[in-house]
């Protein structure tokens, strides 16, 4: 069994930053493509960020600039550091990791933008 652990949100005010992580563990064989998904209330959950075993990332066009995505293949980690938050970045983070046999998900982080 693989757990994902997120950690790193909370309330920051438009123009701050946050710094996300998320640690997997269990019986961990090999972990393929890591990524960041989000799901705002009455939204589907959409793509943030993802980032391959070799480092290679892909952004979704509305974080590009702002969030950076990266991972520590060593500690099974994943990191977004976010950065330059607008309201509209507001909404449960989860981390998500593609292992050999299924994807794994997190339970999900809370992220409030607001002044």
């Known amino acids: 069994q693989v757990q994902l652990l997120e950690s790193g949100g909370g309330l920051v005010q438009p123009g701050g930053s946050l710094r996300l992580s998320c640690a997997a563990s269990?019986?961990?064989?090999?972990?393929?493509?890591m990524g960041w998904y989000r799901q705002a209330p009455g939204n589907q959950r959409e793509l943030v960020a993802t980032?391959?075993?070799?480092?290679?990332?892909n952004y979704a066009d509305s974080v590009k600039g702002r969030f950076t995505i990266s991972r520590d293949n060593a500690k099974n980690t994943v990191y977004l550091i976010m950065n330059s938050l607008k309201r509209e970045d507001t909404a449960v983070y989860y981390c998500n990791a593609d292992l050999v046999t299924r994807v794994a998900w997190g339970q999900g982080t809370q992220v409030t933008v607001s002044s």
């Open positions: 980032i391959t075993r070799g480092l290679r990332t």
């Open positions: 269990g019986s961990i064989v090999s972990i393929f493509d």
